[in-house]
């Protein structure tokens, strides 16, 4: 039993310590709703995460590792998103948003090198997306994620057919989504792939190989449709509303 609770805790944070110090503030102030909760968690978080500025938290929210996440200023958590920053960590960029029930898990214990999760500026992470972060995940600035995305940058290893998959290993290669890049819902990038500059993935898109600079990729599996640069699409049709 002993060994079964100091597996847990060694799971849960860095050390007892901080374990005891992040559950503590978190079960304090972690539920309360409307802007004072917000409020209070700006405060009172800096004490068991890096926070640059003023961030905005929302009830609900799941940490653990907290000493391994930071937070950049005007960025934002919305409900129930949960993020697991086992020692490689979790960074989220200046006015980057996390919204509802989005799940960043590093939970690295096979202390693979590359292991963690960087999200740039002004990026979108929409709702309910997975990020698996074993191989590193990094996301570059103006990047948007539609719903339900998946981004696994781990990978089975199941070539000896005489051995369970479970018992054979993991890859991790590492997943980058360059800046300006636009993830439709419910596309899945496997590992080891790179999406380029400006590059679209259509929705339910699974991605498992590079997308180029400013391409667009959609199918299972997702084949390059075009490049915008040499075919680009009609502005007029495709005008939006202005972002400012």
């Not at 799941?62 to 391994?68: E, M, W």
Request: with cysteine.
């Amino acid at each position: 039993m002993n060994d079964q609770i100091w597996l847990y805790l060694g799971r849960q944070a860095a050390s007892p310590a901080h374990y005891l110090a992040e559950q503590s503030i978190q079960s304090i102030v972690g539920w309360i709703p409307s802007i004072l909760g917000v409020g209070l968690r700006a405060v009172l978080y800096r004490a068991i995460l890096y926070m640059e500025g003023v961030a905005a938290i929302e009830d609900g929210v799941r940490i653990r590792f907290a000493s391994n996440v930071s937070l950049g200023r005007g960025s934002y958590l919305d409900h129930g998103t949960y993020l697991h920053a086992c020692p490689g960590g979790i960074r989220i960029g200046a006015k980057s948003m996390v919204m509802k029930n989005t799940i960043l898990h590093v939970y690295n214990f096979r202390n693979l090198p590359h292991a963690g999760i960087s999200i740039g500026a002004r990026s979108l992470i929409g709702e309910a997306c997975i990020l698996r972060g074993q191989g590193g995940i990094h996301i570059g600035d103006d990047v948007y994620f539609g719903t339900l995305v998946q981004v696994l940058a781990v990978n089975h290893v199941f070539a000896d057919t005489s051995r369970p998959v479970s018992h054979q290993g993991i890859t991790a290669q590492g997943i980058e989504v360059a800046d300006g890049a636009w993830i439709g819902s419910g596309a899945i990038l496997l590992d080891g792939v790179r999406v380029g500059r400006n590059a679209v993935v259509g929705a339910g898109a699974v991605v498992n190989r590079d997308v180029p600079d400013y391409a667009v990729a959609v199918g299972n599996p997702a084949r390059i449709v075009r490049d915008l640069r040499e075919a680009p699409l009609d502005l007029d049709r495709y005008a939006a509303t202005p972002v400012y």
